[in-house]
C-alpha cells in the first residue's frame, strides 16, 4: 500500500462493511470438517478460485504455481497450473490451464472466463466471472503392480475428454473483499467393466462444490501490514472444510504467513517481490493423522502483476 498517511482508526472508517466481513471470518470459526485437496497459494492469485476475481486487476496479470503433495509418497498428487487475464475497461478475458496427477490418474483442464465489473458505490466493486472449457481425463490402470496377475480391472488404459465450466461472484473494495464460486460444474469418472474402461459425465448438483472466501487488510504500523482471510468449501454429504489465513507484510517486500484447515493440515508460508510487478512465494505444508505417517508437501508460486500509474480501480487486499 502506497499510502502512509492512513492511520489504524481511518484504515476501518468503513466499519459497517468491516465489521460484516470480520463476522463471516469469525463464523468460520465454528465450522468443522474436511475436503478434496486444494491449492494454499490463491490468497496471492484468487482467480485461482474464483473466475470473478479477475474483475480486480486492471492490467495484466499472470501466475504460475507447483504443488507437490506428500512428497515421501509414491504417486502422491502433484498439481502445476498457470493463468493470464487481460483487463479492458470493465471487462476482463482471461485463461488457465492445470494438470492434476495422483496415482496412475490424470487430469488436464483448459478453461477460459469472461468477467464483468461494475461500481456499486465509491471504490467499491462487485465482478461476475463465467468460464468454460474443457477436461482430458487418463487412468493408467496397465501401471498398478496387482497382486493377482489375471486381474482384469488392471489391464487397461483409458481417457476421454468432456466439457467443464466454473462461475464467480467477487465483491472488493481497498480494506475488504467477499467472494463466492463454484469451481466446476461437471463431474467425471471412468466406469470399469471387467477391464474395459469408459468415461462417465455428470451435471448433477450434489457433485457440486461452493466455495465461500472473504478477507481485510488491518494496519499495524507504517511498515506492517497484516491480512487476514477465509475459505470456506461446502460439498453434499460431506463435512465442510475452512482454511484459516494470516498474513504480515513488511515494508510492501518480504511477507510471511501461516495457514491452518480442519482437514488437518497445516502451512507455513514466505513470499517476497522481487521487483514490483514479479511476487514468488514458497509454502510448507504439514499433514497430520494421515495414514499414522507425519508427512510434508511444498508449493511455489510466481505471480506477474502490471500496474496502471492513477488508476481509479482499487485492487483486492493481497501480496
Known amino acids: 500500500m502506497k499510502n502512509k498517511s492512513r492511520t489504524g482508526n481511518s484504515y476501518f472508517a468503513d466499519n459497517k462493511s468491516t465489521l460484516f466481513v470480520m463476522f463471516v471470518f469469525v463464523f468460520a470459526l465454528n465450522l468443522k470438517g474436511q475436503n478434496q485437496t486444494d491449492l494454499g497459494h ?7 478460485i474464483n473466475p470473478a476475481a479477475a474483475g480486480s486487476y486492471e492490467a495484466f496479470a499472470n501466475a504460475m504455481y507447483f504443488r507437490k503433495q506428500w512428497v515421501s ?9 498457470a493463468y493470464a487475464l487481460l483487463p479492458v475497461k470493465n471487462n476482463s478475458f482471461s485463461g488457465s490451464f ?9 487430469r488436464q483442464r483448459l478453461m477460459s472466463v469472461y468477467t464483468y465489473r461494475i461500481k456499486v458505490a465509491d471504490k467499491k466493486f462487485l465482478s461476475f466471472g463465467i468460464g468454460g472449457g474443457v477436461q482430458f481425463l487418463e487412468s493408467k ?28 461472484l467477487y465483491y472488493f473494495s481497498k480494506k475488504y473483499y467477499m467472494g463466492f464460486s463454484i469451481p466446476g460444474f461437471v463431474h467425471n469418472e471412468f466406469i470399469s467393466d471387467n477391464g474395459s474402461l469408459s468415461g462417465k459425465t455428470d451435471y448433477q448438483i450434489k457433485y457440486w462444490n461452493y466455495y465461500f472466501h472473504t478477507g481485510f487488510l488491518f ?43 480442519t482437514t488437518k ?11 514490483k510487478s514479479i511476487m514468488f512465494g514458497y509454502s510448507y505444508h504439514i ?33
Open 42 to 48: 490463491y490468497m496471492f492469485f484468487q482467480p485461482i
Open 73 to 81: 509418497v509414491d504417486g502422491a498428487p502433484t498439481k502445476f497450473g
Open 98 to 106: 492445470t494438470q492434476e496427477s495422483i496415482g496412475v490418474h490424470f
Open 141 to 168: 490402470f496397465n501401471d498398478v503392480v496387482a497382486h493377482e496377475k489375471q486381474d482384469n480391472e488392471f489391464i487397461n488404459t483409458g481417457s476421454f475428454v468432456s466439457p467443464d465450466f466454473n462461475f464467480g
Open 219 to 261: 494496519l499495524f504500523s507504517e511498515k506492517v501490514e497484516g491480512n487476514a482471510s477465509t475459505l470456506v468449501r461446502i460439498a453434499t454429504n460431506v463435512p465442510i472444510d475452512v482454511d484459516y489465513n494470516l498474513q504480515f507484510l513488511f515494508r510492501e517486500t518480504i511477507g510471511i504467513g501461516f495457514s491452518f484447515r
Open 265 to 275: 493440515e497445516a502451512l507455513v508460508f514466505l513470499n517476497t517481490r522481487i521487483s
Open 287 to 319: 499433514y497430520f493423522e494421515v495414514g499414522r505417517q507425519q508427512l510434508s508437501g511444498h508449493e511455489v508460486i510466481m505471480s506477474f502483476n502490471l500496474k496502471k500509474p492513477n488508476s481509479v480501480i482499487i485492487q483486492t487486499p493481497r501480496f
